[in-house]
């Protein structure tokens, strides 16, 4: 028997260690953009609509970008 350690048994070699700061970063700033661009969005939107645009729907959009950038990210620092 082999020492694989994957699941379909093939040996893998590691790639390059992916910088975790860059993704810190994204995050704090995605805490700082929610911050900033909440009050635009509550005067931008009245009622309900400008509650849940602020409060669900202004940080899920920004965390999807933040994902959005660390994975282009990491597909650039792959194919280099």
């Known amino acids: 028997m082999t020492d ?4 379909v048994h093939r040996s893998e070699s590691s790639g ?8 810190r970063i994204l995050l704090v700033l995605v805490i700082a953009g929610t911050w900033v661009l909440h009050p ?4 931008a939107l009245d009622g309900a609509v400008g509650a849940v645009a ?5 940080p899920l959009l920004l965390l999807m970008c933040a994902e959005l950038i660390g994975r282009v990210l990491q597909s ?5």
């Open 4 to 7: 694989a350690s994957t699941i």
């Open 16 to 23: 390059r260690r992916y910088p975790l700061f860059v993704e």
């Open 40 to 43: 635009i969005v509550l005067d």
């Open 54 to 58: 602020a409060w669900c729907g202004l």
């Open 76 to 80: 650039v620092r792959n194919d280099a």
